[in-house]
């Protein structure tokens, strides 16, 4: 996965490309869009920190210890994927294995994600390791999916760090 931008400068995330448009999704509302590949540019952003950026601050807060907007946009993805394995966060994300592993650590120790047993994954990756986010985590993130009035769409002022 990577990251453009359109001609108002707003990130996306890139799910997918062709030859003449991209599927990306608004990080700010998860909404997936078709856009021709003329009117975008490829942004050097982390897709993460993208993701992690879009977290409203309301969310930020209520989830409190989550240092870093990649760490809060790896928290972000595995909520909206749950449960998600391992292999592919490592596949679709701008991270190395010890990077990841040490992302899950800080999300495992702020209570935002629990293991799963592989047999709750696809069966694709039924061997792999795998995360889903905690009781806390989900509700925060679900009031964030149900009360469009809580979501901060301004990434500008989310003052998070990469």
Do not use: K, W
């Not at 309301?58 to 993805?77: F, K, P, V, Y």
């Not at 909520?79 to 998600?84: A, N």
């Not at 795998?130 to 989900?138: I, P, S």
Request: charged share 35%; with cysteine; hydrophobic share 30%.
């Amino acid at each position: 996965m990577d990251t453009v931008r359109d001609g108002s400068g707003a990130e996306f995330l890139r799910l997918e490309r062709s030859a003449e448009s991209s599927r990306v999704r608004d990080p700010r509302t998860d909404e997936e869009l078709e856009l021709p590949n003329d009117e975008i540019e490829s942004s050097e952003a982390s897709a993460l920190s993208v993701a992690g950026r879009a977290v409203p601050e309301a969310i930020r807060e209520e989830l409190g210890t989550i240092s870093d907007d990649r760490t809060l946009g790896l928290l972000g993805e595995i909520s909206g994927r749950e449960p998600v394995g391992v292999r592919i966060l490592l596949d679709e994300y701008d991270l190395c294995e010890s990077e990841l592993h040490g992302m899950v650590g800080e999300l495992r120790a702020a209570g935002s994600i629990e293991p799963v047993e592989p047999a709750t994954l696809d069966p694709i990756a039924a061997s792999d390791r795998g995360y889903r986010t905690t009781e806390q985590a989900r509700g925060a993130f679900s009031r964030y999916r149900t009360e469009p009035s809580e979501r901060n769409v301004d990434t500008e002022d989310q003052g998070g760090s990469d």
